[in-house]
């Protein structure tokens, strides 16, 4: 079997200039494409959402839209958990809570449903990126309104020129590479 390290080396390119110049977008879509290296990743993932003795810790995994959600459903299958999309507003039917974010080049709202999470439920956030951190930081409010903990964010990659860590200093976070 190959290392994480070399799976997320041959799964993970970059894209120059997209989606605008002087952003070097990180494509996943080949890791997605490889069944091995993708079943290996989600389950060094997963292993956010278990104990020191593999026993799953949350009863929810978050994924954010988009590529969030492709990471989180098969985190949440593995833990016997449930899923819960964070979208983009107006992207979900029922009563939602809202949170708004400054991004590098202004502003988006993320929502959830009101009911999502149970009082008290343990969560686990997956995310394919962490930059600024305002994406995450909006997440975390929204889980925190619904009354739910959270017991950690873990991301695919994190961008380590950018502040996101740092914003995100009082939470727990976990990278699976930092670039």
Excluded at 51 to 72: C, M, N, T, W
Aim: proline content about 6%; some cysteine; overall charge negative.
């Amino acid at each position: 079997m190959r290392s994480l390290e070399q799976v997320l080396k041959d799964g993970i390119r970059d894209i120059p200039d997209y989606p605008q110049p002087g952003v070097v977008f990180k494509d996943i879509t080949p890791l997605l494409a490889d069944h091995g290296g993708f079943a290996q990743v989600v389950e060094v993932l997963a292993d956010s959402g278990r104990d020191d003795d593999g026993r799953p810790v949350v009863d929810k995994v978050v994924g954010i839209e988009a590529r969030g959600f492709i990471l989180a459903a098969p985190v949440a299958l593995s833990l016997g958990a449930g899923f819960v999309p964070v979208r983009k507003k107006g992207k979900l039917p029922a009563a939602t809570y809202e949170e708004s974010y400054a991004l590098e080049y202004g502003e988006a709202t993320i929502e959830v449903h009101q009911d999502a999470f149970t009082p008290g439920e343990r969560v686990l956030v997956i995310d394919d990126v962490l930059a600024t951190g305002g994406t995450v930081e909006a997440c975390l409010r929204l889980i925190r309104r619904c009354g739910a903990e959270v017991v950690s964010t873990t991301v695919l990659i994190e961008l380590s020129f950018l502040p996101g860590r740092e914003r995100l200093s009082e939470e727990q976070v976990t990278a699976l590479v930092t670039v």
